[in-house]
């Protein structure tokens, strides 16, 4: 059995058995794997921390011919959510949550493993929850080529710079004169700026950004709307963060 070593995002485990886990993980090169962690349910000794979800790991594991699960060997910690502290353990779940609903199997996606990998580090050098999730959905959506256009209504062409309206069936950004009436997510300008920073800058820069938890609050209501539309359902880990942050 050829033993590979990889740098990876650690997305999710659940239980195989009594003792063992299943760990699916976002390699750097290989695309996303699901492999057995042997043990790994009864005890942590082995691998640690390292299992935690959006921890960054360097793992060992071993393929064999038409099996679709690895065999974990060991994982290294290069970067953990743990070391971050108040809620980022639950933002971490929401963030390999969404890297796990658009990741294909096997397929290398390292635009969205650096995605990744870039917003664990800039938990882990305190730059706010709140904006790195909106930054978060905001290129996760754009990478999959699903991001509606901020720039002009599509309808009459006009510029969103003064603010905009995401219309519920068609799931783009409006003007106001165009939106319907009622209907929709209001987007404040303040929040298309926060997204044409976010378009220029490493997350970890977000903390000089300045945008207020108003905007950001109305910015998390539309990326609900459209991750709702694009996935069929609400992320499990979103309905948790809003009984946190009601």
């Not at 065999?71 to 502290?85: E, H, I």
Request: glycine share 8%.
């Amino acid at each position: 059995m050829p033993l590979h070593s990889s740098e990876a995002l650690v997305l999710r485990t659940y239980r195989l058995g009594e003792s063992d886990l299943i760990v699916v993980m976002l390699t750097r090169d290989r695309g996303k794997k699901r492999g057995v962690a042997r043990g790994g349910a009864r005890s942590r000794k082995r691998f640690g921390g390292a299992l935690e979800p959006l921890t960054h790991v360097r793992m060992a594991y071993q393929e064999r011919e038409q099996r679709e699960l690895v065999r974990l060997q060991d994982a290294d910690v290069l970067g953990s959510p743990l070391t971050a502290g108040g809620e980022a353990c639950t933002y971490a779940s929401y963030f390999a949550e969404l890297l796990d609903e658009w990741a294909p199997d096997n397929d290398p996606q390292e635009r969205l493993y650096r995605l990744g990998v870039a917003v664990l580090e800039a938990m882990r050098v305190g730059v706010g929850a709140e904006r790195l999730a909106r930054y978060f959905e905001y290129w996760l959506l754009r990478l999959q080529g699903v991001y509606p256009s901020t720039h002009a209504c599509p309808q009459c062409g006009a510029s969103l710079q003064g603010g905009a309206v995401l219309e519920p069936r068609s799931h783009w950004f409006l003007c106001r004169q165009c939106a319907s009436h009622g209907q929709g997510v209001s987007v404040p300008a303040a929040a298309l700026q926060f997204l044409a920073e976010a378009a220029h800058v490493a997350p970890a820069a977000l903390g000089g950004v300045n945008v207020s938890s108003e905007a950001l609050g109305q910015l998390a209501a539309a990326h609900r709307l459209l991750l709702v539309w694009h996935l069929d359902r609400e992320p499990r880990a979103a309905r948790v963060l809003r009984e946190i942050n009601p």
